[in-house]
């Protein structure tokens, strides 16, 4: 009979091995994208949309396929243009980043916009959004963003009409 003592601790080590790799898998596709700057325009008593903006900086080609918030029913990609001399906002499947650009969302250009607000959003506090990402080879990977509601006035962004 052989007593086999490297066997066990070699296995151990080896599945150690695998788990720290699928670890910084995650970690990587995590870090892939870089949000900042992001904040929600307050709203009023009532009104039930609000526009989220922020930069947005892929590493590697990516798009942005979509959006949720717990304040709101859904949230949409959006992009405004002109037609015909008047802004025209316009749901977009998705939102390309491709790599190493700074994709600005801001007012008057690509937003998301928060549908069906629970809530009044005020100035200074902080909204949580999820966005979901997509590599060019089809992996996806969320991306957690907390918003800071500002009291943002001036133009820039239209009115939702319901
Ligand atoms: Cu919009």
Same mark, same amino acid.
């Given at each position: 009979?052989?007593?086999?003592?490297?066997?066990?601790?070699?296995?151990?080590?080896?599945?150690?091995?695998?788990?720290?790799?699928?670890?910084? /898998?995650?970690?990587?596709?995590?870090? /892939?994208?870089?949000?900042?700057?992001?904040?929600?325009?307050?709203?009023?008593?009532?009104?039930?949309?609000?526009?989220?903006?922020?930069?947005?900086?892929?590493?590697?080609?990516?798009?942005?396929?979509?959006?949720?918030?717990?304040?709101?029913?859904?949230?949409?990609?959006?992009?405004?243009?002109?037609?015909?001399?008047? @802004?025209? @906002?316009?749901?977009?499947?998705?939102?390309?980043?491709?790599?190493?650009?700074?994709?600005?969302?801001?007012?008057?250009?690509?937003?998301? @916009?928060?549908?069906?607000?629970?809530?009044?959003?005020?100035?200074?506090?902080?909204?949580? %959004?999820? %966005?979901?990402?997509?590599?060019?080879?089809?992996?996806?990977?969320? %991306?957690?963003?907390?918003?800071?509601?500002?009291?943002?006035?001036?133009?820039?962004?239209?009115?939702?009409?319901?």
């Amino acid at each position: 009979m052989q007593i086999q003592t490297g066997k066990p601790g070699q296995r151990a080590r080896a599945v150690a091995a695998v788990l720290v790799l699928a670890w910084s /898998a995650a970690a990587i596709a995590a870090d /892939a994208v870089s949000v900042s700057n992001p904040w929600v325009r307050a709203t009023v008593p009532g009104q039930s949309v609000a526009g989220a903006y922020m930069d947005i900086t892929a590493k590697a080609n990516a798009a942005l396929v979509a959006a949720e918030s717990p304040v709101a029913a859904k949230v949409e990609l959006h992009t405004m243009t002109m037609d015909g001399g008047v @802004m025209k @906002m316009r749901a977009i499947e998705k939102l390309e980043l491709p790599a190493n650009t700074t994709v600005s969302l801001r007012p008057g250009g690509y937003h998301m @916009m928060l549908i069906d607000i629970k809530r009044e959003l005020k100035a200074g506090e902080r909204v949580p %959004l999820k %966005l979901t990402v997509q590599e060019r080879k089809g992996a996806k990977s969320t %991306l957690q963003v907390n918003a800071e509601v500002r009291a943002a006035t001036g133009s820039g962004h239209m009115r939702h009409e319901k």
